[in-house]
């Protein structure tokens, strides 16, 4: 008879938790505690490594501004010319303002610190009909670079210029043009286009006790000839024997250069346009091909800060008129008027313009070195904010005007003895 073994027993146990999981032991390392002697045996793959990134920011350096300085009218608003001259008669007062303004240099800048053949000067930009419009006699305005922007070949406009200060009595000693090539990006242009060459008309060395003359410029492009009125460093003029370009080389015994102080622009209508086409907050900008019948052609690269200086012209209300009905501006024109300044700017500098905002007394007063204005001269009281020019019968204030949103509080201004060093090229 045989026997069945028993089986062993089974005992089976109890089913785990679902909340019973399997764990691993892990051990974390402070990566900042360098005196672990664990962290210190790790391998350099498993250590964490602490690093720190500095990132660099360049400063961006702009273009000089560009100060646009013009006389209007208030009725009817924005006329700054009739039959290619001013609306109204001779105002000395606005004329004295405007020899100041485009003329004065500031004392703080000490010319000892530049070389003994470096002028310092302002720049004036006009077109070609506005220095026609100047008296001979006035030409060039004196202490000051002449900039003429014009369509038509620079070179025989520097000879005419010339055979004109060689016929006139006050024009003395000899004078040198120069001709070199504008920088300029290349555009498409109607057929026809301007040609790329600029003039230097470069005046003969100032006797010792007479007054510097000025030197000339003429260009078919007004956003290269800013471009180079901006430079931090001073215009180096080409020896008047060789043909080359004003460039900003180290200056050397028989070179003459110019280093810019200050750009204004003072006019005609087609330039006043140009300019605010290339203001840098400008964003209503032009067609480079304008219909306007004008001696320039419009281009629109590049960015500069433009300015506003402006005259406000106003004729003396009339006197039989009531005290109440001279506070109120006539509907009849003060003046008559065929050319106007390209963009509208409040009569009052308390209305909100969108564009536009009007300066405070001390932002002006900066602009112009503390130069003073014409309404701050105004003794009579009768027109509180005004010059009274009773020879003239007109009323006339400087208003000050930057683009909402200007960059100018962030711009940098370079001292005009600047010269990169060696570690910022």
């Given at each position: ?109 000490s010319p000892s610190s530049s070389p003994p053949s470096t002028q310092t000067l302002n720049a004036v930009v006009m077109g070609r009909k506005t220095w026609e419009s100047i008296p001979h006699k006035f030409r060039p305005l004196s202490n000051r670079l002449n900039v003429i922007i014009t369509r038509a070949k620079s070179s025989d406009v520097g000879r005419r210029i010339l055979e004109e200060l ?260």
């Amino acid at each position: 008879m045989s026997t069945i073994a028993t089986p062993p027993s089974t005992t089976l146990s109890t089913p785990p938790s679902p909340t019973e999981l399997p764990t691993t032991s892990v051990t974390f390392i402070d990566p900042f505690d360098f005196n672990d002697d664990d962290n210190k045996k790790m391998s350099p793959t498993k250590r964490i490594i602490k690093t720190t990134t500095t990132t660099i920011t360049p400063i961006k350096v702009h273009q000089k501004p560009v100060y646009v300085i013009v006389a209007t009218s208030l009725n009817p608003p924005m006329g700054i010319g009739h039959k290619g001259e001013l609306p109204w008669p001779q105002i000395k007062a606005d004329m004295a303002f405007f020899r100041k303004a485009t003329s004065h240099i500031d004392p703080s800048i000490s010319p000892s610190s530049s070389p003994p053949s470096t002028q310092t000067l302002n720049a004036v930009v006009m077109g070609r009909k506005t220095w026609e419009s100047i008296p001979h006699k006035f030409r060039p305005l004196s202490n000051r670079l002449n900039v003429i922007i014009t369509r038509a070949k620079s070179s025989d406009v520097g000879r005419r210029i010339l055979e004109e200060l060689r016929a006139s009595n006050s024009q003395t000693g000899e004078w040198s043009l120069h001709e070199f090539s504008s920088h300029t990006k290349q555009r498409l242009r109607k057929a026809g286009g301007i040609n790329s060459t600029s003039t230097f008309l470069t005046p003969p060395p100032p006797a010792s006790s007479k007054e510097a003359q000025a030197p000339i410029l003429i260009s078919p492009s007004l956003p290269s000839v800013l471009t180079l009125l901006s430079k931090p460093t001073p215009i180096t003029l080409p020896n008047p024997t060789k043909k080359g370009a004003p460039t900003s080389a180290p200056i050397s015994n028989t070179s003459t250069s110019i280093s810019i102080n200050k750009i204004f622009c003072i006019g005609g209508a087609e330039i006043y346009k140009q300019v605010l086409a290339i203001s840098s907050n400008h964003h209503d900008r032009p067609a480079p091909d304008s219909d306007t019948d004008t001696d320039t052609d419009g281009e629109s690269d590049g960015e500069f800060d433009v300015r506003i200086l402006q005259t406000q012209v106003r004729a003396h209300p009339s006197p039989s008129r009531s005290t109440e009905l001279s506070k109120q501006r006539s509907p009849e024109p003060d003046f008559e008027c065929d050319t106007f300044f390209p963009d509208l700017l409040p009569a009052e500098p308390s209305i909100k313009s969108t564009k536009w905002k009007s300066l405070p007394e001390e932002r002006l007063d900066e602009w112009l070195d503390g130069l003073p204005v014409p309404q701050s001269q105004n003794e009579s009281g009768d027109a509180p904010g005004w010059f009274r020019d009773d020879e003239a019968g007109v009323d006339i204030r400087v208003v000050g005007w930057e683009r909402r949103g200007a960059r100018s509080d962030s711009v940098i201004s370079l001292p005009l003895n600047f010269k990169p060093s060696a570690s910022t090229r």
